[in-house]
């Protein structure tokens, strides 16, 4: 008798897609707990698999910078074309274009780069508590169930991030609300299982948690409880990620993350991502929309 399928296996099962001709790749979704649209982390890390499996393997993508054109259907397969722009002898581009009803929802460009030896330096990791001293996601969402509404919906949440270990090292937005502070905040995470040693699939699970919790350092400037308790409503428009090191997402890595700036609307936030023994393994930067509900 065949084991159930864990939360990382449904994971996993999005990340494998369907190759229906050349460079053309299907995908399934996955709806969101809390808004009626794919989650954009999903299609980034989709779109990211489909241009790194017109790659060789021996260029692991160094960046990506992409754009959420129109939210995602979670009830109908996302469709993407991969558009081969360059294969030099150290780089490769990739576009890809995610599709659903005959319109683009999401555009990425990524570059891969064969390995290479050259000057090193890195920002110092910054302190950090361990990660097992933190509450479990459960235990976290569990304390807060009232100003979630309720422990249906603390189960539904656990349930749609069942995949990662992610642990915040100080208060969410939705535990501080009405309580402004600075703009920055510290989560550790990991995948709730091993994983293959295929370094794309760690990049593409980095990829997937990492539009999860960066916009939080918005909302902690503002006292604002987030999209969790309805007080403001925002979604990813723009995304980018270098990958300076290899890591393993199977093992705990730390997420810093801070918003330099907020205005118009739109927040914009800036994230690192360090191994646990302190190597600088990603950096991303984001912009979202932020409204506050008027009335």
């Given at each position: ?8 296996d ?11 001709e ?8 996955a709806?969101?707990v ?17 241009a790194?499996?017109t790659v ?23 469709v993407?074309t ?14 890809v ?8 929802i999401f ?7 064969t390995?290479?030896?050259g ?29 979630l ?9 656990l ?7 992610l ?27 091993k994983?293959?040693?295929?370094p794309?699939l ?35 428009l ?11 997402a ?34 991303v ?11």
């Open positions: 008798m065949s084991e159930p399928l864990t939360p990382l449904d994971l996993l099962g999005l990340l494998d897609l369907e190759q229906i050349q460079d053309i790749f299907r995908g399934t979704t709806g969101q809390l808004v009626p649209r794919v989650f954009g982390g999903q299609v980034a890390a989709q779109a990211l698999v489909a790194g499996r060789p393997a021996d260029r692991p993508a160094h960046s990506l910078h992409s754009y959420f054109l129109r939210p995602g259907d979670p009830d109908v397969p996302i993407y991969v558009d081969r722009i360059r294969d030099g002898r150290s780089f490769t581009t990739r576009r274009v995610a599709v659903q009803h005959g319109q683009p555009h990425l460009s990524a570059s891969f780069q390995q290479e030896e000057l090193e330096h890195q920002e110092p990791m910054p302190p950090a508590p361990d990660p097992l001293t933190l509450p479990t996601p459960a235990e976290l969402l569990s304390r807060h169930a009232g100003r509404g309720g422990q249906e919906v603390v189960d539904r949440i349930e749609a991030r069942g995949a990662v270990d642990r915040y090292a100080d208060a969410p937005p939705f535990a501080s609300v009405g309580e402004p502070r600075e703009p920055t905040s510290q989560v550790w995470f990991r995948t709730n299982g994983l293959a040693d295929d794309l760690h990049i593409c699970l980095a990829t997937y948690v990492s539009d999860m919790t960066l916009l939080d350092s918005v909302l902690l400037a503002h006292g604002r409880g987030g999209w969790a308790v309805g007080d403001v409503v925002g979604a990813s723009d995304h980018a990620m270098w990958f300076h090191r290899p890591f393993r199977d093992e705990w890595l730390l997420y810093d993350q801070e918003s330099p700036t907020a205005q118009g609307g739109r927040g914009l936030a800036r994230g690192r991502i360090f191994t646990a023994d302190g190597r600088l393994a990603v950096s930067i984001q912009e979202g929309v932020v409204r506050v509900p008027r009335g």
